[in-house]
């Protein structure tokens, strides 16, 4: 139990000394590199994180919206950033709350409703929301998620694409049948 510990205890100290070494290694002149890890890194603190959100590349704002650390305000502004993995990655960030999710239901890239109607643990509020997106694609994805409530899905059940209307009658039949199970 005492070896256990002391080895928790020494891997904590070499995360901190390594996120310590990025900061002191050259001040502000750390490589690309180092601040994408600095910025994906779970005990960065929140001062350096939001000091990298403005950072000219955009892989290093991508590993700052992976990271589960990042406060969500910070999430809430990169939900805006110019580059689309930036905001794919905000959507996919088990931190992001329901207010940014609807501004990345609403995003203008494609591939970033694409990414909000598909992942797993996004509101229903928000599936609800893409359920009207004009493209078609986009609301079978949200017909196909589990988490997309019953009277969304009856509203997608009457779409004008069979596609669409399809998956949704798949996806009420499911919660028939597990309200069925209880």
Do not use: C
């Amino acid at each position: 139990m005492l070896k256990k510990s002391a080895y928790i205890l020494f891997s904590l100290s070499l995360s901190l000394l390594s996120v310590s070494s990025f900061v002191a290694a050259s001040g502000d002149e750390l490589n690309e590199d180092q601040r994408r890890r600095l910025a994906g890194h779970v005990n960065t603190t929140v001062d350096q994180l939001w000091a990298l959100h403005k950072d000219p590349a955009w892989r290093v704002r991508e590993f700052l919206a992976r990271n589960r650390k990042s406060p969500v305000e910070l999430l809430d502004a990169l939900a805006s950033d110019s580059h689309p993995q930036v905001r794919i990655a905000v959507s996919t960030n088990l931190a992001t709350q329901t207010r940014t999710f609807v501004k990345l239901a609403k995003d203008s890239d494609l591939q970033v409703r694409s990414v909000v109607a598909r992942f797993e643990f996004v509101p229903s509020e928000v599936l609800s929301i893409l359920a009207n997106d004009k493209v078609v694609d986009i609301r079978i994805e949200v017909a196909k998620n589990l988490n997309t409530d019953k009277k969304t899905l009856e509203y997608l059940s009457q779409d004008s694409q069979p596609e669409v209307a399809q998956a949704a009658d798949v996806g009420l039949q499911r919660i028939s049948e597990e309200k069925a199970a209880k």
